[in-house]
């Protein structure tokens, strides 16, 4: 088993500068880092230093010991910075095996591998065209949808903003016809006010008439009342109406 099947990224990689680590150092509690990040974490005048990870305390910075290990260690391509490479030959990979399905590099070439990355690209790029153009067909139906959609929401909107005209109209006739009918209403009840009022002025003036003749009445028969005439009493007797 390599190194690199027992190791993490998380175990390339400096805590402090979360890179890929480099002179890589191990401090006394087991964690590592690159030798300048710890050194430039680290400030010369103190006596005490603390894990940047465990935040364990170290006295010394004699600790800082060369980690062997991770130094010579050959970093796997998902982790390593630079162009892929094959393993067997840190060389690129810059052949295709039609037997195999791979890419190769040139050392390859030479042992089981039947390699022709041109041929291989010139049979396989109708293939890309063909589904180059399968995707600019999709794509323009998209556009053609979508401009449908947009045609179809704004004639949603010009449809909406008509219904609201017409219902602003129809709600203004509304309040004008209402108004109107207000209007009536208020000069019937004006009109029946006057014609109730005049008909019981006339009646007030009729009953304040009668009153004037009830009190002229009592008047006469209070003064005949008072006359010892009694032939002149008889006369004004047959002569008062009541």
């Not at 500068?17 to 103190?46: A, M, Q, Y």
């Not at 590099?105 to 390699?115: M, R």
Request: with cysteine; glycine share 2%.
């Amino acid at each position: 088993i390599c190194w690199q099947t027992l190791l993490k990224k998380e175990d390339l990689t400096c805590p402090i500068c979360l890179e890929l680590l480099k002179n890589p150092v191990t401090i006394p509690c087991g964690h590592s880092f690159c030798k300048d990040c710890i050194k430039n974490c680290w400030p010369p005048e103190r006596d005490r230093y603390q894990c940047p990870q465990c935040r364990k305390r170290h006295r010394t910075k004699s600790g800082l010991n060369k980690n062997v290990i991770l130094a010579d260690l050959d970093v796997a391509c998902d982790v390593c910075p630079e162009e892929k490479k094959l393993k067997a030959h840190r060389s690129l990979m810059e052949l295709f095996c039609r037997t195999d399905q791979q890419l190769l590099c040139c050392l390859c070439s030479v042992e089981q591998h039947k390699v022709s990355s041109a041929a291989e690209r010139a049979q396989r790029q109708p293939e890309q065209e063909a589904k180059k153009d399968l995707l600019l067909q999709i794509l323009q139906d998209k556009d053609t949808d979508l401009q449908s959609l947009q045609q179809k929401a704004q004639d949603i909107k010009s449809s909406a903003q008509r219904a609201v005209q017409r219902s602003g109209d129809m709600f203004r006739e509304i309040v004008l016809l209402l108004e109107r009918r207000r209007s009536e209403v208020e000069q019937l009840i004006l009109f029946e006010e006057k014609t109730q009022l005049s008909r019981v002025q006339g009646l007030q003036d009729q009953l304040q008439q009668e009153a004037t003749e009830v009190r002229r009445s009592l008047s006469e028969l209070e003064e005949l009342s008072n006359n010892p005439d009694h032939n002149q009493f008889i006369l004004h007797c047959l002569s008062l109406r009541v």
